[in-house]
């Protein structure tokens, strides 16, 4: 926080708590409009006596109108939060954080927005938006981009602009789907990015748990070799993060690979791999999706993941991550993740 900001403050301590009420209200009614004030009240968790009050201001100002489908904000409304964001990010400390995350995480960057998307969910809406706004500043050429599955992910495609075409974008499908929630599959992911970017798609129809001699043998079908030659072509990769326990269940994993993930004491999951705190591969499902060494050849990385819970997990995977990664979360996890760090002793 600036001088002059941290003056204020501490002439006027209420200031800020009131402007970070309302400026979560805006951004809360920016990113689910229309939205009616009972609904605003559960996403922000303040009585709807407070939001009315608030939000009668809000629409006086001409931030935001009232219409018979709810709340929605105005033009002016999305100048106020764009001009706000930069010094929001000083007031609530989020600017700072992030950068001690940059440090330690010895990474590209970190951007973390407010509030934690285990206790809003409104918060995934704007991690999303974040990300999305990040990948289209590398939407440069022919780029081929290896996308991941998940709600996250899913997130990052509602937030894709689509007002420009990039008809040389290709998506990449990084893992197969079958047995897998259909909206968040890394397949439906990818023809959602070509259907807002005017690109195109290549998608990957495998189930994750194969044998060993099931995986040798589609490692030699003509659209598994030309999916890999894809993996080693890729210019971006943009993927989550998962905690490792719950991703074995979501993946209806054996008894048998449950206990070699918990023995083997992983914490994160990424591209099927499972990482222990310190960063080492403890298992990998046999899948012939994007592998790990091609990941790390990647040009650009991108790492979306947020809520608090997701903390040790993002710690745990970023521990041998490239240099060059981004990593896209919020403010819930990027506190955990200090916290940590601290009782750590900074290690």
């Not at 993927?239 to 719950?246: L, S, V």
């Not at 490239?322 to 996890?333: C, I, M, Y």
């Amino acid at each position: 926080m600036d001088a002059l900001s941290s003056a204020q403050n501490k002439l006027l301590p209420e200031m800020s708590v009131l402007l970070k009420k309302r400026y979560q209200i805006l951004q809360t009614i920016n990113q689910e409009q229309p939205i009616g004030r009972r609904t605003l009240s559960e996403f922000s968790g303040m009585t709807e006596r407070d939001i009315r009050k608030e939000t009668d201001l809000l629409r006086e100002q001409q931030l935001i109108e009232m219409k018979s489908a709810g709340m929605v904000i105005t033009r002016q409304g999305e100048e106020v939060l764009d001009s706000l964001k930069s010094f929001m990010q000083k007031l609530t400390g989020i600017a700072d954080l992030a950068d001690r995350l940059k440090k330690h995480l010895g990474i590209s960057d970190v951007i973390v927005v407010p509030l934690d998307s285990d206790k809003a969910v409104t918060v995934k809406h704007q991690i999303g938006k974040e990300a999305a706004r990040l990948l289209e500043a590398n939407f440069i050429g022919e780029t081929k981009v290896a996308v991941t599955g998940g709600s996250t992910m899913a997130a990052i495609a509602k937030e894709l602009k689509g007002d420009k075409a990039y008809p040389s974008l290709q998506f990449i499908a990084a893992r197969g789907g079958l047995g897998e929630d259909v909206l968040h599959q890394a397949n439906t992911i990818a023809s959602a990015f070509a259907e807002k970017t005017g690109g195109s798609f290549k998608t990957l129809y495998l189930p994750d748990h194969l044998s060993e001699e099931a995986f040798a043998m589609m490692m030699k079908e003509p659209l598994i070799k030309e999916m890999m030659d894809l993996y080693e072509q890729t210019d971006l990769v943009v993927h989550g993060i998962g905690n490792a326990e719950e991703m074995a269940l979501r993946r209806q994993s054996t008894e048998e690979e449950v206990q070699m993930i918990t023995e083997g004491g992983a914490v994160s999951e990424a591209f099927g791999y499972y990482f222990d705190a310190e960063g080492n591969v403890v298992y990998r499902i046999r899948s012939a999706g994007i592998q790990l060494e091609q990941v790390h050849k990647a040009p650009v990385i991108i790492a979306v993941a947020g809520g608090h819970s997701k903390a040790k997990a993002i710690l745990s995977y970023f521990k041998n991550a490239p240099e060059r990664s981004v990593l896209v979360t919020d403010e819930g996890a990027a506190t955990e993740i200090n916290n940590l760090i601290e009782n750590l002793g900074g290690n």
